[in-house]
């Protein structure tokens, strides 16, 4: 059974920085590629980021390459995203999950590509 937990994430000023964390318990993570996704209120979910199983491989939506970056650490089992020059439209629930099929990222457009979703953690960037 594929569950992932999200943490890490909290209120910041613009400008600063988070680190979320996407942990796994029951699984090995590294036969999976993990994405990052976040849902805004009255929003649909948008893929944030993504890395392959074996960490060689990272993408990113074009609002957050240069900002976010996702790294990951399989003998520990958890994906990492920072965040940086963090904006208030970057406010919103994030949320980590694996690829059905394995260690390849296979873009962001598609959650349904993606199971194992936990219950996010919210980000919230204001003054």
């Known amino acids: 059974q594929v569950q992932l937990e999200e943490s890490g994430g909290g209120l910041v000023q613009p400008g600063g920085s988070l680190r979320l964390s996407c942990l796994a318990s029951e699984f090995s993570l590294k036969y999976y590629a993990i994405a990052w996704f976040r849902q805004a209120p009255g929003k649909e979910r948008e893929g944030v980021s993504c890395i392959s199983g074996r960490g060689d491989t990272t993408y990113y939506a074009d609002s957050m390459e240069g900002r976010f970056t996702i790294s990951r650490d399989n003998d520990k089992n958890t994906v990492h995203l920072q965040m940086n020059s963090l904006k208030p439209e970057d406010t919103a629930v994030y949320y980590c999950?694996?690829?059905?099929?394995?260690?390849?990222?296979?873009?962001?457009?598609?959650?349904?590509?993606?199971?194992?979703w936990g219950q996010g953690t919210q980000v919230t960037v204001s003054s």
């Open positions: 999950a694996a690829d059905r099929l394995g260690g390849i990222c296979r873009g962001l457009a598609s959650p349904q590509l993606y199971n194992g």
